[in-house]
T-cell receptor
């Protein structure tokens, strides 16, 4: 079975600062994909960034980047220049190589303070 | 496109009652799935489907049934509701052709309370 662990239930960051959210996972799969989703108070799930496990280069999307450490099974999310609109729950997710099953972590609640 | 729609938005049930949560998408996506989200936990996969007539179980399928008679619709049935099924339910869909590169689209969620 796959497990995804987010050890930080809640974090705070000042506007314009940088914050890193942690995620570790456990799998015996060799082919898989990793994601970060954002869930604002509206409850809508929004894809933030994704990473293919066979790519060593870390994915980036504007202010969002990941630190993917395959051997350590770690997939952290860095948010630079934090904005008030980044306030949300952030979920780390794992997808097996057959693309059929997603596994989500328990989430980190991020509060960006003005 | 309306995207992924879910009805109802909120429902209260008594223990033992049955109900169907509706999910529809107008993007012609082959893959559809149901998740539940409980406090302090992430989304957990209940059932999924890769096309009309094809369904399979996820992590937490017990107490739920699904069927997929059309590409557009993927209803989730609770045959005999239990308080442990109190949760927020999300439906999601995505195309299969692009594999990993395809974005998964989520519905707005249905909040279910079982008394």
């Amino acid at each position: 079975a796959q497990t995804v662990t987010q050890s930080q239930p809640e974090m705070s960051v000042q506007e314009a600062e940088t914050v890193t959210l942690s995620c570790t996972y456990d799998t015996s799969e060799s082919n898989y994909y990793l994601f970060w989703y954002k869930q604002p108070p509206s409850r809508q799930m929004i894809l933030v960034i994704r990473q293919e496990a066979y790519k060593q280069q870390n994915a980036t999307e504007n202010r969002f980047s990941v630190n993917f450490q395959k051997a350590a099974k770690s997939f952290s999310l860095k948010i630079s220049d934090s904005q008030l609109g980044d306030t949300a729950m952030y979920f780390c997710a794992f997808m097996k190589g057959n693309f059929n099953k997603f596994y989500f972590g328990s989430g980190t609640k991020l509060n960006v303070k003005p | 496109n309306a995207g992924v729609t879910q009805t109802p938005k909120f429902q209260v049930l008594k223990t033992g009652q049955s109900m169907t949560l509706q999910c529809a998408q107008d993007m012609n996506h082959e893959y559809m799935s149901w998740y539940r989200q409980d406090p302090g936990m992430g989304l957990r996969l209940i059932h999924y489907s890769v096309g009309a007539g094809i369904t399979d179980q996820g992590e937490v399928p017990n107490g739920y049934n699904v069927s997929r008679s059309t590409t557009e619709d993927f209803p989730l049935r609770l045959l005999s509701a239990a308080p442990s099924q109190t949760s927020v339910y999300f439906c999601a869909s995505r195309p299969l052709a692009g594999g990993f590169l395809e974005t998964q689209y989520f519905g707005p969620g249905t909040r279910l309370l079982v008394l």
